[in-house]
């Protein structure tokens, strides 16, 4: 059994994962950073969601490393693709021209920026990344995480590292469980925190539905139809109880009326990309499918240079919330992630076959499946969106009440005399494992509390994602792209802040003069923890 020795060791390589290695590192620290899969980036590369973010991303709400990030994607267009002229120089130029983000991209692109980001410290020998790695148990003693046993899902090698401090940034807080890290999932009831949109009684398994996302570009004339999938028949023809007709189909509930909205799907429809306004604070751009998370706009690049548009299916019609993959037998599990593999081919199958056309027929069977944009021989991203993740119970817990619009209107920004990072979207639940369907609200501006990434018990273990003291409802807004990578940098300076003092987070929280040292490090770093004064949020 291997040993590795890191001041710092960080499971899973998501992007909050990411920042936390690389803020570590940074701080002269060494990182141990594990993955999964075999692409570090998480949602923005092996879940190949392009970035949700907030209408202000480009002037602020961001730390200066996200930013090094976004201009680096945007910097690789600029270099190596054949741009047209006007869209060369565009200071807010957006690869794909999707409505969803003003940076819509390739995962691929976004992993070649991680990469180059992390290679100065993996050349200094600061940093070693452990691909298709999984923790696999831990050592724990009183509030103390000790070694972490890892396993290589190549050939079954048996790692173990030793660490002093240990960032779980696992996708769902797979490490929260295996260290008896107090933990909740699901939906908390609505007595605990006094949450508008609570549920009456708490119920862990009740989750939001997670996601196998998928490329297409479209070939006319030719035929790329896939095999029918073995579960089509059950996909085609379920309708959940809340839907307004077969959830595969163009017609779904608006999330935040849930009024029965057509969507419209019509590849390359030949638009202007630069004029694509995205910004869904003014319109949500959801309604056509097809440049909802477009991520390569062939009008922007030479003629001839690409004979498609590529667009990202991440629709309500392949949300998958049959079942959770958190906190259930392994089988279970694996049968869930079967069957959403299932839905998102069953989607594919239905659009190239039986999908409504503007002429009158049906079906695009020139719709090409992208394996080579996801890297993988099904088609399909190497691993699921998740959503939602186990959550730490934190020193402090941000709900509903400290976000919602409705709660927060005539106060504002609810500022934290302890924040770590900002962030800004509405809180949008998509449709449940409890049945549920959307929730979606409108919010505030938020700034991330210290408080929510220090466990009330553990000494050494940081959240570095999802799994910060948030709630079913808040996680909501915290869980996206800037903020899972602000959660993650802070947890990364935080853990190099600890070793480099020898002090504990708990310290660092509970004492002003401590806490002020540290935010003092946050703001040299580029980590912006308050807002401007907004206006018309």
């Not at 240079?305 to 019609?317: E, G, K, Q, R």
């Not at 709630?471 to 899972?484: A, D, K």
Request: glycine share 10%; with cysteine.
């Amino acid at each position: 059994m291997r040993e590795l020795r890191a001041d710092v060791l960080v499971v899973g390589g998501g992007l909050g994962g990411v920042a936390a290695a690389l803020a570590a590192c940074r701080a002269g620290r060494d990182v141990v950073l594990t993955e999964e899969t075999d692409w570090l980036g998480g949602q923005l590369t092996s879940q190949a969601v392009p970035p949700d973010e907030h209408p202000w991303i480009e002037r602020f709400g961001a730390t200066a490393s996200y930013r090094q990030l976004r201009e680096g994607i945007r910097e690789h267009y600029r270099r190596w693709y054949p741009l047209r002229a006007e869209a060369l120089w565009l200071r807010e130029f957006n690869p794909g021209a999707g409505r969803v983000s003003k940076l819509c991209h390739e995962p691929r692109v976004a992993l070649a920026v991680i990469e180059a980001m992390l290679a100065p410290h993996r050349a200094a020998g600061r940093l070693t990344v452990l691909l298709e790695t999984v923790a696999v148990g831990a050592e724990c003693g009183g509030d103390r995480v000790g070694p972490v046993e890892l396993a290589d899902r190549r050939d079954g090698e048996r790692i173990v590292v030793t660490a002093p401090f240990v960032v779980d940034a696992t996708e769902a807080g797979d490490l929260l469980a295996m260290t008896k890290t107090e933990y909740v999932t699901g939906a908390e009831a609505c007595s605990e925190h006094d949450e508008p949109h609570a549920p009456t009684e708490a119920d862990p398994q009740n989750m939001q539905g997670f996601t196998f996302c998928f490329a297409l570009d479209y070939r006319p004339g030719e035929d790329h139809t896939i095999d029918r999938p073995e579960r089509y028949g059950f996909w085609r023809s379920y309708r959940p109880g809340f839907w307004p007709g077969p959830l595969i189909g163009l017609l779904a509930p608006h999330p935040r009326t849930l009024e029965p909205t057509p969507r419209h799907f019509a590849p390359n429809p030949g638009d202007d990309p630069l004029g694509v306004v995205a910004d869904q604070s003014k319109a949500a751009g959801d309604l056509d499918l097809w440049l909802f998370r477009r991520i390569l706009a062939r009008d922007l690049y030479v003629p001839g240079a690409f004979a498609s548009d590529i667009t990202l299916v991440n629709w309500p019609l392949n949300d998958y919330w049959l079942g959770s993959v958190v906190d259930v037998e392994p089988d279970i599990a694996a049968r869930h992630l079967a069957d959403a593999k299932q839905l998102s081919l069953s989607v594919l199958y239905w659009l190239q076959t039986e999908a409504p056309r503007p002429d009158g027929g049906t079906g695009w069977p020139g719709l090409r499946l992208r394996t080579d944009v996801t890297g993988t021989s099904d088609g399909l991203a190497k691993a699921p969106y998740l959503r939602e993740s186990r959550r730490i119970k934190a020193l402090t817990t941000v709900t509903e009440n400290d976000v919602s619009l409705a709660v927060r209107g005539p106060h504002g920004v609810l500022v934290r005399e302890d924040s770590v990072g900002v962030g800004s979207y509405h809180l949008d639940l998509h449709p449940s494992t409890g049945g549920d369907n959307y929730i979606d609200l409108e919010s505030v501006p938020f700034e991330i509390p210290l408080g929510a990434l220090v466990p009330q018990r553990v000494r050494n273990l940081l959240p570095g994602a999802k799994n910060i003291g948030t709630t079913h409802i808040s996680n909501g807004c915290f869980r996206l792209h800037p903020v899972e990578w602000n959660v993650g940098e802070v947890a990364g300076l935080l853990a190099a802040h600890c070793v480099e003092t020898g002090q504990e987070p708990h310290q660092v929280h509970a004492d002003r003069d401590r806490r002020d040292e540290f935010t003092r490090l946050l703001e040299r770093s580029g980590v912006e923890r308050h807002w401007p004064e907004i206006k018309g949020y």
